[in-house]
């Protein structure tokens, strides 16, 4: 009787770590986690009006290009410490995806309209995307999709990779063994691990991270960020008389935005689209004027949060009694 179940415990490990192996896990970025681009041997050229959210770097040379470009984050070049130690973190990542074993081997053309769900695939040649590929989430918020690709990468113009169903552009990764090249007017979802160049051609959109062990990153007009974007001007009613109910607030949605995480005044409290973009707030009889602010979140971090949005409260007028004798 012990044998058997025995035998059964053995089993039952057996089949969760074998399970475990098909699902994989996220490769440890380390420090790389907060870059936006960021190689590890190679220069850094931007060429025109690139917007990059996310810190930028090199190993082994000084970024350049910006101005023109702007950046939110901060730039980092050879010779100081967070650098080098980015060099290192982001070989152990490439390591990481080296090291998931594959769920499903697929062709070396991607898109044309190609649905995948979570999943680890496996390519054994320099790859093309061309037109759309979908990253199909299921549901699940925490679907994790790895594409490993054995050689180069590139993109045809204007081809897109879309995340529906709640994919997260955070839980998307590309080994590529080789250079990956972002074709004009494209728009590619995740964060890239490269052991080759990146080249983001003309007007083409990253929303995700760039990341090499060694080769040069190149833009020309570009958009990269992996973080929700900025919060826009908050809209609704910014005078209420305490005790007031049923109030909406709204911000237009976020680009990246996965949640909302709102702040309000004292008194005040959200009753319905809590994490959403549009709010309804009933105020207490003791709530007090201040500000309302907004900021959208993901799996990767953070968003820029709104400007101030005031609110007065308005007191409601006393009731006098009159008395007749």
Request: charged letters at 5%.
């Amino acid at each position: 009787m012990k044998s058997k179940l025995l035998d059964i415990i053995i089993t039952a490990l057996i089949l969760f770590c074998l399970l475990n192996a098909g699902y994989g896990q996220a490769p440890n970025l380390g420090t790389t986690s907060s870059f936006a681009l960021y190689t590890a041997a190679g220069s850094f050229a931007n060429l025109g009006a690139t917007n990059v959210t996310g810190d930028i770097g090199t190993n082994t040379a000084i970024p350049t290009g910006f101005p023109p470009g702007t950046l939110v984050g901060n730039i980092y070049q050879a010779g100081d410490g967070v650098s080098a130690q980015a060099a290192a973190d982001a070989a152990t990542a490439y390591s990481d995806l080296s090291g998931t074993a594959c769920g499903t081997v697929i062709g070396t053309t991607l898109g044309n309209g190609q649905v995948l769900t979570a999943g680890i695939y496996c390519q054994g040649a320099a790859s093309t995307l061309n037109g759309n590929l979908t990253l199909d989430g299921q549901g699940d918020p925490n679907a994790l999709f790895i594409i490993k690709i054995d050689g180069a990468f590139s993109t045809s113009v204007a081809s897109k990779v879309i995340l529906t169903n709640s994919a997260s552009l955070c839980n998307v990764y590309w080994q590529i063994n080789g250079q990956f090249d972002l074709g004009d007017s494209s728009v590619f979802m995740g964060t890239v691990i490269a052991s080759g160049a990146i080249n983001l051609f003309e007007r083409s959109v990253l929303l995700g991270r760039g990341l090499s062990t060694a080769g040069a990153i190149s833009l020309h007009n570009n958009a990269v960020n992996f973080l929700p974007e900025s919060a826009e001007v908050i809209t609704g009613t910014g005078t209420i008389c305490e005790g007031q109910t049923g109030v909406v607030y709204s911000i237009p949605m976020i680009t990246n935005a996965a949640g909302y995480i709102w702040t309000l005044p004292a008194g005040a409290s959200i009753t319905a689209g809590i994490n959403t973009n549009n709010i309804i707030v009933d105020f207490s009889y003791a709530a007090s004027s201040g500000n309302i602010n907004v900021y959208g979140t993901n799996a990767c971090g953070n968003g820029i949060v709104s400007p101030n949005y005031a609110l007065t409260i308005s007191l409601r007028p006393l009731t006098s009694a009159i008395f007749h004798q």
